[in-house]
């Protein structure tokens, strides 16, 4: 009589089948084998006369290295991504998470293999900043003062002068202000790190600590921007489905049916290129015609997430690049237009994900960023290292910021970001 294990060592989705002769191993030992048991075989590698494996091993010696009893919480039935999501410690032993975080490790080799083929250096930026490049005052503040004795000043400010830095430090939001004095002396770089934002924003779409790609190249305008994120975003899909087929057919199978076609599909179509003020029209004439947003469309609006994907998934039904953007609901480093409304700003759009990607053109002009950096109330000292690159041989420049997460989301299809990444940090929750 025979019995079937069906082992798996983590490096693919496929199990192998080990064919055990019951006759020749001690019933004592075979009951320990049970699901999450970790064991050794030795056996000889044959053809398989079943279906569903071309090969198999039949059993010679088994040996169990570590037992696991039944309080296993992983037992073979299917469970949900909130329960598994309690037990982030042991899911990436699941099939599901298998295939997600070898996709995601598959990704960070396509990211540093596209930047090193076209001649961008890494470049690695300080997790630990004084400057809130996005401006967005939604740092994690980074100090060693005793939170139980802070020192104050007579206007009732914390004294920083005795903390550890000497000044009030924080976890990046981006390593793009330092990446532009890389690329204004490097010429084309990338960095590939993570970045913290304290946005108490729950959705699926948002963590706080998240990692992000940012390439910055000297001499890039806008529309040079756009050509790298198209290509950029464009080589990390046919990665994918290069290099990890197998697994993206098991979710494919398993959770969305679209997944490689959607795959293929943003193969095989160019992003569509549309200013701001014009995605807007389209909007309104949607709303005029029926269409009803939770959130109000007008000129001047940030784009909620249910717009960008209505032109994305319904109107355009492909990605969109959307450009040139109200100056007040973007950051105070992009480049201003002529019309003095809107700056050069760049969101890529995706169907399931929303943003992206965000980037711009840079404001090269040191008058015309101080202008802005005053208008913004941005302090001074924390930017002049910054202005210095518009002081010494500025140059036009371009970058942006790809979320990792955001592209692993589209690459899996998994529909909650906390999902595609080993632990998630959210409000309210830094568990494991
Ligand atoms: O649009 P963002 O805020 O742009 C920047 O940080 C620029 N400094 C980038 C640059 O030009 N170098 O963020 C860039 C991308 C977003 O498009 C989104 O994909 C991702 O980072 N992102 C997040 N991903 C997960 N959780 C969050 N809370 C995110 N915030 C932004
Ligand atoms: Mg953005």
């Given amino acids: 009589q025979v019995n079937f294990i069906a082992l798996n060592d983590g490096s693919t989705i496929n199990n192998v089948q080990i064919v055990v002769d019951l006759s020749n191993f001690d019933e004592e030992m ?33 040996e169990v290295l570590g037992a696991c009893d039944n309080t296993y919480p992983l037992q073979k039935k299917g469970h949900t991504m ?16 298998g295939a ?19 001649g961008f250096f890494y470049f690695h930026t300080p997790i630990i900043t004084a400057s809130d490049c996005e401006g967005a005052g939604q740092m994690f503040q980074v100090t060693t003062k005793n939170l139980y004795d802070l020192k ?58 998240f990692w992000m790609i940012e390439p910055e190249v000297a001499f890039n305008d806008i529309i040079d921007n756009m050509d790298l994120a198209e290509d950029f975003i464009k080589y990390c899909v046919q990665w994918a489905l290069d290099n990890c087929y197998d697994d993206v057919k098991f979710l494919n199978d398993m959770f969305d049916k ?19 003020t014009e995605g807007i029209k389209i909007l309104e004439e949607a709303v005029a015609k029926g269409h009803k947003f939770e959130f109000p469309v007008y000129w001047g609006v940030d784009l909620a997430s249910e ?12 990605p969109v690049i959307l450009t040139d953007y109200p100056k007040e609901i973007k ?61 010494f041989g500025s140059c036009p420049h371009s970058g942006f910021g790809l979320g990792f997460e955001r592209l692993l989301l589209f690459v899996t299809g998994m529909t909650n970001i906390r999902d595609v990444i080993p632990f998630p940090r959210t409000p309210r929750n830094a568990e494991f």
């Avoid at 960008?308 to 492909?318: D, S, W």
Wanted: aromatic fraction near 10%; glycine fraction near 8%; charge should be negative.
């Fill in 331 to 391: 950051a105070f480093y992009m480049k201003q237009n002529e019309d003095g409304k809107t700056v050069r700003a760049m969101d890529v759009l995706f169907p399931k994900i929303g943003e992206i990607i965000g980037g711009s053109e840079r404001e090269a002009d040191y008058n015309k960023l101080m202008t802005r950096i005053e208008e913004l109330n941005i302090p001074m000292k924390d930017m002049w290292w910054y202005l210095d690159t518009r002081k």
């Fill in 30 to 62: 075979l009951k320990l084998i049970t699901t999450g048991a970790c064991i050794s075989v030795n056996g000889e590698l044959t053809e398989s006369i079943g279906s569903g494996q071309a090969a198999e091993i039949q059993a010679r010696e088994i």
């Fill in 152 to 209: 104050k000043d007579e206007n009732g400010s914390i004294i920083y002068d005795d903390d550890f830095f000497g000044k009030q430090a924080s976890l990046t939001v981006s390593g793009q202000l330092e990446g532009e004095l890389a690329a204004t002396a490097l010429g084309a770089i990338y960095t590939f790190g993570p970045t913290f934002r304290a946005e108490n924003s729950n959705t699926p779409r948002h963590l706080a600590e």
């Fill in 258 to 276: 679209g997944l490689i076609e959607r795959l293929q599909g943003v193969l095989n179509e160019t992003f569509v290129r549309l200013p701001y």
């Fill in 307 to 318: 717009h960008e994907r209505f032109l994305v998934e319904e109107h355009f039904k492909r």
């Fill in 82 to 97: 909130e329960f598994l999501r309690e037990i982030a410690h042991l899911r990436p032993r699941t099939n599901t998470f």
């Fill in 100 to 118: 997600v975080f070898r996709i995601r490790h598959n990704m960070a080799i396509a990211i540093h293999k596209f930047f090193h083929e076209r």
